[in-house]
């Protein structure tokens, strides 16, 4: 099982930055796949999930209706698309999966539910 993200780099505030997740080794139209993000010393913040039985989304609070996650299941790719980035959007974003149940029923936020991770990318915001 693999997931690699890419599409990250620096944006000036305001901009739009969209961020891929490209998965392999697993049945891609199963799992849920997460977007989450760490800046240094913070905690992880789940920023978007998408489920694959129902296409059912969910955003952090503070994303929501600027972030945008979607799958295209014949390229195996989940994406997040970012509009009006803020400064505070800056961090190391990770796509994540498992691959054993659709979705985490202990918790959205469950990271440990999450077996499988991408490497990181980073998302630099310039004002």
């Known amino acids: 099982v693999q997931l690699v993200e890419s599409g990250g780099g620096t944006v000036q505030a305001g901009g739009s930055l969209r961020l891929s997740c490209t998965a392999s080794?697993?049945?891609?139209?199963?799992?849920?796949i997460a977007w989450s993000r760490r800046a240094p010393g913070t905690e992880r913040e789940g920023v978007a999930w998408i489920t694959f039985k129902d296409g059912i989304t969910r955003y952090l609070d503070s994303v929501k209706g600027r972030f945008t996650i979607s799958r295209d299941n014949s390229k195996s790719t989940v994406y997040l698309q970012m509009h009006s980035v803020q400064p505070e959007d800056a961090a190391t974003y990770y796509c994540?999966?498992?691959?054993?149940?659709?979705?985490?029923?202990?918790?959205?936020?469950?990271?440990?539910?999450?077996?499988?991770w991408g490497q990181g990318i980073q998302v630099t915001v310039s004002s």
């Open positions: 994540a999966t498992d691959v054993d149940a659709p979705f985490p029923s202990s918790g959205w936020d469950d990271w440990g539910w999450y077996d499988y």
């Open positions: 080794g697993f049945r891609f139209d199963y799992s849920a």
